[in-house]
């Protein structure tokens, strides 16, 4: 398997705070896009899941798949231009998403969010769900930091989906919901 998922187990501040970028793919090759850069030295994560398949009646296979095939993060330690030149050397065509459309600055990631992000990837955690960042933006709730159990110290919004209570995730390309009980989340002041 190329990619591993790192297990998240403390959710002490990352001693490395450069920032990381998302990276979107042209192409259906995305380990070998990520192979590629981290022969180029640089750390990729990739959102994985548990899929179970059946390829024939009664013989099912559960194997870590990429949640979304076109996207993988790059922690961003160079500037923005040689990151695009990198970008622009890939074997495969692929592009830094930036803020908007209208600016040229790429849509950096905070170590922490992007930490917290990964932690709600973890594909052992199951009561979760995935989410496109268009479908996160309808989701309205509190700015809220978990206080007790197992996600203690992760921060996002508050939001409720089917008579359940999710903590939600946002960063460039993708979002993630995680069950939560409200009860162990307290209020933050709006950033």
């Known amino acids: 398997m190329l990619f591993s998922q790192q297990r998240v187990l403390n959710l002490a501040e990352?001693?490395?705070?450069?920032?990381?970028?998302?990276?979107?793919?042209f192409s259906m090759n995305q380990y070998a896009i990520a192979q590629e850069l981290k022969e180029k030295h640089c750390e990729?994560?990739?959102?994985?899941?548990?899929?179970v398949t059946e390829?024939?009646?009664g013989h099912r296979k559960r194997e870590l798949r990429p949640v979304v095939r076109n996207l993988l993060f790059l922690k961003a330690r160079d500037a923005d231009r040689?990151?695009?030149?990198?970008?622009?050397?890939?074997?495969y065509p692929a592009r830094l998403m930036r803020k908007s459309r209208e600016t040229r600055e790429l849509a950096k990631i905070p170590a922490r969010q992007m930490y917290e992000f990964q932690v709600m990837c973890n594909p052992d955690f199951l009561q979760k769900r995935i989410l496109t960042s268009d479908a996160a933006k309808l989701k309205k709730g509190q700015l809220v930091s978990v206080?007790?159990?197992?996600l203690k110290g992760l921060r996002g919004r508050?939001?409720?989906?089917?008579?359940?209570?999710?903590?939600?995730?946002?960063?460039?390309g993708i979002a993630v919901m995680m069950n939560v009980s409200r009860w162990c989340c307290e209020p933050l002041a709006e950033e």
Not at 82 to 87: C, D, N, P, Q
Not at 147 to 150: L, N, R, S, V, Y
């Open 55 to 57: 390829r024939t009646p």
């Open 82 to 91: 040689e990151l695009a030149k990198m970008v622009a050397g890939l074997a």
């Open 14 to 25: 990352p001693e490395d705070q450069a920032p990381w970028v998302a990276l979107q793919l």
């Open 158 to 172: 508050l939001v409720r989906a089917n008579k359940k209570y999710f903590l939600l995730k946002e960063i460039p």
């Open 147 to 150: 206080t007790h159990g197992p």
């Open 44 to 51: 990729v994560y990739v959102p994985l899941e548990w899929v």
